[in-house]
């Protein structure tokens, strides 16, 4: 039942054309999350294979409560959330965490370390908020439920971007020029110092 649920959820799926397929295997790497630095580690390398461009460091969202996403990311003019669960996080802490970063992000998706995350009694809450739900299990990344675009509130927007700036700081990027050109450079341009 769960498999046939999986597969449908998947084949209802439509992402861009690199994405269209998140089954997709991390080779080389082993599937141990009792490190979180690892585990993140291995989403960002994941993230950065599919065009991503991913922040070094956790960054910083205006929030009172939940302030640091795990992973953010850019792909072409959208910013990304990645907040990473392992087996003994809270799914419902989670949720929250999502709710909070959804301000500052086009798109938010929370990546569980678990077999059966479609089993949490959360799930639909995530579906229902629009966030995106990745499993990440000993065969890589696996999209459960895509995440759906929002709009941003422009202030906290604003200081995500200021982070992605100051990641490029030491670049051949010129500041005054808006984020999303910073990364339509020519091949072979210098991207700065990650």
Request: positive net charge; hydrophobic residues 35%.
């Amino acid at each position: 039942m769960h498999s046939q649920r999986l597969q449908e959820v998947e084949s209802a799926i439509t992402y861009p054309k690199r994405l269209q397929s998140i089954r997709f295997a991390v080779t080389g790497m082993r599937n141990d999350h009792s490190n979180y630095q690892s585990a993140r580690k291995q989403l960002i390398l994941f993230l950065q294979s599919e065009g991503f461009k991913v922040h070094p460091k956790e960054v910083y969202c205006p929030n009172q409560e939940h302030c640091w996403v795990d992973v953010a990311a850019l792909k072409d003019e959208d910013f990304w959330a990645f907040e990473y669960k392992s087996r003994n996080d809270s799914i419902k802490r989670g949720l929250a965490q999502c709710r909070s970063y959804s301000n500052a992000f086009n798109y938010v998706v929370i990546v569980v370390n678990r077999n059966r995350a479609t089993s949490s009694p959360y799930f639909s809450n995530f579906k229902r908020d629009g966030f995106g739900v990745w499993s990440h299990t000993v065969t890589g990344f696996h999209l459960l439920l895509k995440p759906e675009r929002r709009t941003v509130v422009t202030g906290s927007r604003a200081v995500v971007e200021r982070q992605f700036r100051h990641m490029l700081r030491h670049g051949r990027q010129n500041l005054d020029r808006k984020i999303s050109e910073w990364f339509q450079l020519s091949p072979g341009a210098s991207y700065g110092s990650l």
